[in-house]
Each structure stands twice: as structure tokens, then as C-alpha cells.
């Protein structure tokens, strides 16, 4: 559904957003493949909040420097 992967020196991150297996969706942050983030939403509504911030997060961080990742 969503899916980006930023990287800035040896540094990754990569931020998803998924389809639950249940019920709802998942949003996944794994820096450095590490998982450093993991929510679960049921709520159509918070996704949607939850994908604005990590919109407002990755021009944050390619204004820093960091270079999306063609996957």
C-alpha cells in the first residue's frame, strides 16, 4: 500500500504500510534493519494521519540529505 526506503551514508530506513492479516493495517519503521516502529491501526482515519506524518517525515529527512531508494 505504501512503501519508501530512504538512505544517507550507512544508514537506512524504511517505512511501510500494509494490509493487516487480521483486520486493519500495519505501519513498519525499520532503521538499520532493525524494526524501531511497529503500529497497528484499525481506523481508516489514523492511516491516513499516520501516512501524512511519515510524508512530512521523509521531506524532513531528504532535506537533510537522505536519497530515496529505487526498490
Known amino acids: 500500500m505504501f512503501s519508501i526506503a530512504l538512505t544517507h551514508a550507512d544508514h537506512t530506513r524504511n517505512y511501510r504500510?500494509?494490509?493487516?492479516?487480521?483486520?486493519?493495517?500495519?505501519?513498519?519503521?525499520?532503521?538499520?534493519?532493525?524494526?524501531?516502529?511497529?503500529v497497528h491501526y484499525e481506523d481508516w482515519h489514523r492511516v491516513e494521519r499516520a501516512l501524512a506524518a511519515l510524508e512530512l517525515e521523509v521531506r524532513a529527512l531528504t532535506a537533510q540529505g537522505w536519497h530515496v531508494v529505487i526498490q
Open 17 to 38: 504500510v500494509s494490509p493487516s492479516e487480521n483486520f486493519g493495517w500495519d505501519l513498519t519503521l525499520t532503521e538499520d534493519r532493525q524494526a524501531t516502529r511497529q
